[in-house]
């Protein structure tokens, strides 16, 4: 299985600041011939699913305010938040469906 | 816009089978080349992948549980269905229910159920 790591555990940020959260992958999730990262990003608040923000690991999901981006190739990621508002307040995931057994990070709590 | 939404009893008794029913809506199960899935979460495990079934019958489950999962599709009732048999209190979590894929195409989680509490207790 891909082990999916992310850091930090928690993060405390001002309201307008920027946030980071990072993921690396125990392998590769770039598929070479498609130039494509098999990699994604979500979001999760209390009470609710976890909700698709990036895929392809910089490709926005539809209705996603552009404030969230995704960076990053091969197994090194990160989702950056540009400048942090309340209602970003959540669990933040990374997942790779390079290959099943599909796998998630642990989690980052983005905090205010 | 695609739906999903989990059924079945929230509680299960050690040692019996698990059994839920995702119910999909505003688009058939038959269409494109998804893949619909299962996916749990506890404060132990945290998100945990359980295998999917494409609209081909073909299945995948996590080797973690292969044993004891089974996932099925009934096409005509527009649903897929979960079996997790011989259960602990370690499957107590919520189930999700899932639509995998991009546009026709393999991809990330992108339709999921509100999820479905299951405790494992006697």
């Known amino acids: 299985d891909i082990v999916m790591t992310q850091s930090p555990d928690s993060l405390a940020v001002s309201l307008g600041e920027r946030a980071t959260i990072n993921c690396k992958s125990s392998?590769?999730?770039?598929?070479?011939?498609?130039?494509?990262?098999?990699l994604a990003w979500y979001q999760q608040k209390p009470g609710q699913p976890p909700k698709l923000l990036i895929y392809?690991?910089?490709t926005r999901e539809s209705g996603v305010p552009d404030r969230f981006s995704g960076s990053g190739s091969g197994s090194e990621f990160s989702l950056t938040i540009s400048s942090l508002q309340a209602e970003d307040v959540a669990v933040y995931y990374c997942?790779?469906?390079?290959?099943?057994?599909?796998?998630f990070g642990q989690g980052t709590k983005v905090e205010i | 816009q695609v739906q999903l939404q989990e059924s079945g009893p929230g509680l299960v008794k050690p040692s019996q089978t698990l059994s839920l029913t995702c119910t999909v809506s505003?688009?058939?199960?038959?269409?494109?080349?998804?893949?619909w899935s299962w996916i749990r979460q506890s404060p132990g495990r945290g998100l945990e992948w359980i295998g999917y079934?494409?609209?081909?019958?073909?299945?995948y489950y996590n080797p973690s549980l292969k044993s004891r999962v089974t996932i099925s599709v009934e096409t005509s009732k527009n649903q897929f269905s979960l079996r997790l048999s011989s259960v602990t209190a370690a499957d107590t979590a919520v189930y999700y229910c899932?639509?995998?894929?991009?546009?026709?195409?393999?991809?990330?989680?992108?339709?999921w159920g509100q999820g479905a509490l299951v405790t494992v207790s006697s």
């Open positions: 392809w690991a910089t």
């Open positions: 392998q590769n999730v770039l598929f070479t011939s498609k130039k494509t990262n098999y």
């Open positions: 899932v639509r995998e894929g991009i546009m026709g195409s393999t991809g990330p989680a992108q339709y």
């Open positions: 505003g688009g058939s199960i038959r269409s494109g080349d998804y893949y």
């Open positions: 079934i494409s609209n081909s019958g073909s299945t």
């Open positions: 997942q790779q469906y390079y290959s099943s057994p599909r796998t």
